[in-house]
């Protein structure tokens, strides 16, 4: 199905890609390719922000499920995701793409804070921002920090890099015969429980009407074959 055009996207890599086919951390030559996607989506013409998970690095549950404070947990976490922005920076910068790194706990030495407006600069020049530590709070995962990111700037949809290649109505791993939406409603993915983002952050890209499209980042090439129309996803939108 062929997507409408973006002028200005944000991209959601769960930090496992970043893994490549190491069991945990980062895959220095994987995180090239994934800028080499990110560069030439960018080459298109698109304005783009990126979200970078941690869970190739930590995961505040997996903390909390072995008896650590559940808010201590998930700051570790929110540090995570700014190695993998660091790492994802490097990467770009060394295919020669602009960057900046903005996060939401504030880190000086290595990074800009979150500020709106000069996020807004940075795109119109040509940069790539990478949007750090999620909303900069526990209790949420990286998902929200993409879709608030994506809604305060006004990104025309919410691109989730993963490693399956869209929704299915059960899941696919343990259902052979699961079947794979081409679009859904953000109410069905809701009420349904289905494995996309965590409510909050369905809700949140519902409430300003802004599309989430899955699918698979571990094939080369996929995100300019989505973003071109011939690609495998799924977008969950309002529908009717
Ligand atoms: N995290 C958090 N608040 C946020 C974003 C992330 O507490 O706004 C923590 C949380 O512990 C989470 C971890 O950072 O488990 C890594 O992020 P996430 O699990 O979203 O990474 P992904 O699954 O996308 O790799």
Redesign the pocket.
């Known amino acids: 199905m062929a997507l409408p055009t973006y002028k200005r996207i944000l991209l959601?890599?769960?930090?496992?890609v970043l893994m490549g086919r190491q069991q945990f951390g980062i895959d220095p030559e994987f995180v090239t390719e994934l800028a080499g996607e990110v560069k030439s989506a960018k080459d298109s013409g698109l304005e783009i922000c990126l979200v970078?998970?941690?869970?190739?690095?930590?995961?505040?549950?997996?903390?909390a499920a072995k008896g650590m404070d559940r808010?201590q947990?998930?700051?570790?976490?929110?540090l995570?995701?700014v190695m993998?922005a660091l790492a994802m920076q490097n990467a770009l910068e060394q295919l020669g793409v602009p960057t900046r790194v903005q996060s939401?706990i504030e880190m000086d030495k290595v990074c800009e804070p979150v500020i709106r407006r000069r996020a807004e600069r940075h795109l119109e020049k040509g940069r790539v921002v990478i949007f750090a530590?999620?909303?900069?709070?526990?209790?949420?995962?990286?998902?929200?920090?993409a879709a608030l990111r994506a809604a305060e700037m006004r990104c025309d949809a919410l691109l989730k890099g993963t490693s399956v290649d869209g929704v299915y109505d059960s899941d696919p791993k343990t259902n052979p015969g699961a079947k794979r939406y081409d679009t859904v409603d953000y109410d069905t993915v809701l009420a349904g429980n289905l494995k996309v983002m965590d409510a909050s952050a369905v809700a949140l890209c519902r409430d300003n009407r802004i599309p989430i499209v899955v699918f698979s980042i571990r094939e080369q090439g996929n995100l300019a074959r989505v973003l071109a129309g011939h690609g495998t996803q799924t977008i969950v939108q309002e529908e009717g």
């Open positions: 959601k890599l769960s930090g496992e970078i998970g941690g869970g190739n690095i930590f995961r505040g549950m997996a903390g808010a947990a998930d700051y570790m976490g929110m995570a995701t993998n939401a530590a999620g909303v900069g709070a526990p209790y949420f995962t990286t998902d929200s920090g």
